[in-house]
């Protein structure tokens, strides 16, 4: 960041008084810019034993399998942001979701938030994905998945299942785990 979006003038990082952490610091009208993680939602949607998974249709990771999922936007909840992001990736509906996997990602200031539930109706592919389909555990394109968010919710998903209980998963992935899909760079 060079300039304030308040009031245009130059900024500087450095460590505001009373915090800990620096952020970007216009001297001129006095705002702090805080700079926060983005919320993913998304939902892992069941149909009988079978998951829906989406091909992406986008960067990144274009053409690689993937949970209907994206960005929160401002003025929704995180279940309102995970509905609607299936409904436009997978054009479906999931009934009763419930939160699932909360994976933290600080190395790329993102959180993922992924929601089960069963897939209510019919599911078609939206602008965002190439095709959708719904993938027995033995079917699931492990070494074509898009993130390493989505490959650990549906381990634990098939983990889960063969134990007989649903819990919530809190990890984090490091960035050595998700240098195996993106590489170095």
């Known amino acids: 960041m060079n300039y304030c979006s308040h009031c245009g003038h130059t900024v500087r990082y450095a460590i505001p008084d009373g915090d800990d952490r620096p952020r970007f610091l216009c001297d001129a009208c006095g705002t702090v810019h805080y700079q926060n993680p983005r919320i993913v939602a998304g939902t892992l949607p069941v149909a009988g034993g079978r998951i829906l998974l989406c091909r992406r249709a986008i960067s990144p ?23 609607r992001e299936t409904r436009e990736e997978a054009c479906a509906v999931v009934a009763e979701p419930t939160l ?10 993102q959180v993922y938030m992924i929601f089960l539930g069963d897939l209510d109706g019919d599911f078609a592919a939206g602008p965002e994905s190439l095709e959708v389909e719904l993938f027995e555990e ?32 809190l990890s984090q992935i490091g960035r050595e785990e998700r240098e195996r899909y993106f590489g170095s760079a």
């Open 61 to 83: 990771r274009k053409g690689f399998w993937t949970l209907p999922a994206g960005f929160m936007e401002n003025a929704e909840t995180v279940e309102q942001a995970a509905l």
């Open 100 to 109: 699932y996997t909360l994976i933290s990602l600080p190395h790329i200031n």
């Open 138 to 169: 033995t079917q699931i394109p492990w070494d074509e998945l898009a993130f390493p968010t989505i490959e650990r919710t549906l381990r634990h998903f098939f983990d889960d299942r063969r134990r007989g209980t649903f819990e919530l998963h």
